[in-house]
């Protein structure tokens, strides 16, 4: 395994063409009120998790790019650009009709693809995700906004009637709530960024849009189409440290709905700034320790299988990560031997190998903290089952599988978000409820087994403490039209297709008394057109 590591990054020229950079991409360019505008400061290095091998052998990691930090002024100069733009309501965007709105998205949409190459190879040189899975995310988030465009014309064509209650006519719309900051992770910094950002855009919020911490580059290719496609000040992007901007932004108290994906101690953080947080709408993705359960009748190799796959999938990164696994003890030797058999046969390398699973770290520190981590459960009776487990070089850190994990270490309540896979043997199903009962997150639970009756009790132990139980599956975000939400510390708000629009917006009713003499005044204003809410247009 050691040999195998030291052989695992490559030297510059062993690099393939078609994934090479084209030198260090310098951005000093920022949107704000519809232009690019060049920012003069101070810039920050990005950084790969690929490290290149000198020919001495020392291992010397990427520089890719930089971009631009900008302070606390031009945070809030474009803000300021965003609040002109939503002007209290009364601004063109948010006072223009859905079929208006959902024509600019889709000319984005349409300038966006265009962009596939450059996007996907950044994401492979920023965060190390490998080249199926960094496509998969850009098709992904296209997919996403065309079935947001569907879902908002279906949504539309239900508000457009009238409805007669008790003597009293009425029509319910949806409207904008005003200035949206939108922040991502970096684990997805496209398409889950994406699914805030555009049900924000297309409901009539203007934004002020932070990318992720890393995978930042990758915004660039789409700065222009962001540009072309909104008018000035609807979407402004910015970039720089969070303590330098996003703080002023939340102090200013112009900020209305905040969607956040990251830490439930950075929201909260970032909330306690708003001086008015009675005002503010939250739609917040945020930490989670989702349990894999397996039970004493189960098809093992099922199990093994969705609990390999959903563990280490982009090295554990993900918040719908199976983060610890609880193996009845009449099955945990067989589990484990089946797993590690399964786990020996992921290829690590770089991300546009083919094949590769296993790929560097884009958290600078990470693999030292994930070897605490380690050491930590190993000092209280655990032990590495796989050979090579928890090995480092350079931003690698080689999947550790634990065994047997106990209440008393680290890693048993707290999220590693990354490849560590603690296992926990248990006798009675109590030990298990307990756990999620009494822990802080509650986003997922993957349930395996074949008993009806064991699983039945499992789904009601866990329906009223997590946000979805998946039934011999590995925990996932999608589809995404089915709801992605959490309870306790794992989210605020209900993200999916449907609801995301429903979260960027609020309900606005239209009444009247169910006489002559309204009838004649609504069906005038509707026929000749005079009002952009009050409509029975009907988009197809």
Request: charged share 25%; hydrophobic share 35%; proline share 5%.
């Given at each position: 395994m050691s040999t195998d590591l030291e052989r695992l990054f490559p030297n510059a020229s062993e690099i393939p063409d078609a994934y090479r950079l084209d030198g260090s991409l310098e951005q000093r360019e920022y949107l704000i009120n519809g232009e690019?505008?060049?920012?003069?400061?101070?810039?920050?290095?990005?950084?790969?998790?690929?490290?290149?091998?000198?020919?001495?052998?020392e291992l010397e990691q990427c520089l890719i790019g930089s971009t631009p930090l900008l302070n606390a002024e031009a945070a809030l100069g474009a803000l300021d650009s965003a609040v002109r733009a939503y002007d209290l309501g009364q601004g063109a965007w948010p006072t223009m009709t859905v079929s208006e709105r959902i024509r600019h998205v889709e000319i984005?949409?349409?300038?966006?693809?265009?962009?596939?190459?450059?996007?996907?190879?950044?994401?492979?040189?920023e965060i190390g995700k490998n080249l199926p899975d960094s496509e998969k995310e850009f098709d992904r988030t296209c997919d996403y906004i065309s079935d947001t465009i569907n879902a908002l014309k279906a949504l539309d064509r239900r508000s457009s009637r009238f409805e007669n209650e008790q003597g009293t006519l009425g029509q319910i719309r949806r409207v904008p709530l005003g200035v949206a900051l939108c922040m991502g992770p970096y684990n997805y910094p496209l398409n889950e960024t994406f699914t805030t950002l555009i049900p924000a855009l297309i409901m009539g919020n203007t934004v002020v849009f932070k990318p992720a911490k890393f995978g930042v580059l990758l915004i660039r290719p789409l700065l222009e189409a962001f540009r072309d496609s909104f008018p000035p000040g609807v979407i402004n992007i910015i970039y720089g440290r969070g303590r330098d901007t996003v703080s002023a932004l939340m102090e200013s108290g112009k900020i209305d709905v905040f969607a956040f994906i990251g830490t439930n101690k950075g929201a909260s953080d970032l909330k306690k700034l708003h001086p008015r947080p009675h005002r503010l709408r939250a739609a917040l993705g945020l930490d989670a320790k989702n349990p894999g359960i397996v039970l004493p009748e189960v098809d093992l190799d099922n199990a093994v299988e969705e609990c390999v796959t959903g563990a280490l999938s982009f090295n554990g990164q993900r918040c719908t990560a199976l983060k610890i696994l609880f193996v009845h003890r009449s099955q945990v030797d067989d589990f484990l031997a089946r797993f590690n058999d399964k786990l020996a046969t992921l290829k690590a390398g770089m991300p546009w190998e083919p094949g590769v699973k296993l790929t560097p770290l884009p958290?600078?520190?990470?693999?030292?903290?994930?070897?605490?981590?380690?050491?930590?459960?190993?000092?209280?009776?655990?032990?590495?089952?796989?050979?090579?487990?928890?090995?480092?070089?350079?931003?690698?850190?080689?999947?550790?599988?634990?065994?047997?994990?106990?209440s008393q270490m680290r890693i048993y309540n707290e999220e590693q978000f990354g490849p560590i896979i603690p296992v926990v043997p248990y006798?009675?199903?109590?030990?298990?409820?307990?756990?999620?009962?009494?822990?802080?997150?509650?986003?997922?639970?993957?349930?395996?087994?074949?008993?009806?009756?064991?699983?039945?009790?499992?789904?009601?132990?866990?329906?009223?403490?997590?946000?979805?139980?998946?039934?011999?599956?590995?925990?996932?975000?999608?589809?995404?039209?089915?709801?992605?939400?959490?309870?306790?510390?794992?989210?605020?708000g209900t993200l999916s297709v449907h609801d995301a629009l429903r979260v960027f917006s609020i309900r606005t009713l239209v009444a009247t008394k169910d006489n002559a003499a309204s009838k004649a005044l609504v069906g005038s204003i509707i026929r000749d057109r005079e009002s952009s809410f009050l409509s029975t247009d009907y988009i197809f």
């Open positions: 690019l505008v060049e920012w003069t400061g101070e810039l920050a290095p990005v950084r790969s998790p690929v490290c290149l091998r000198r020919d001495n052998g984005f949409l349409n300038k966006m693809k265009q962009q596939r190459e450059a996007v996907v190879r950044l994401l492979m040189w958290e600078p520190g990470k693999a030292d903290f994930l070897t605490t981590m380690v050491e930590d459960a190993c000092s209280k009776g655990a032990r590495v089952v796989n050979e090579g487990g928890g090995s480092t070089v350079g931003t690698f850190f080689y999947p550790a599988l634990l065994y047997p994990v106990s006798d009675d199903l109590d030990e298990v409820i307990d756990y999620i009962r009494t822990s802080d997150f509650g986003q997922q639970a993957s349930l395996f087994g074949s008993d009806p009756k064991q699983m039945a009790r499992m789904i009601d132990a866990c329906a009223n403490q997590v946000g979805r139980i998946n039934l011999n599956a590995q925990c996932q975000r999608g589809p995404d039209t089915f709801p992605f939400t959490g309870r306790k510390n794992s989210a605020e």
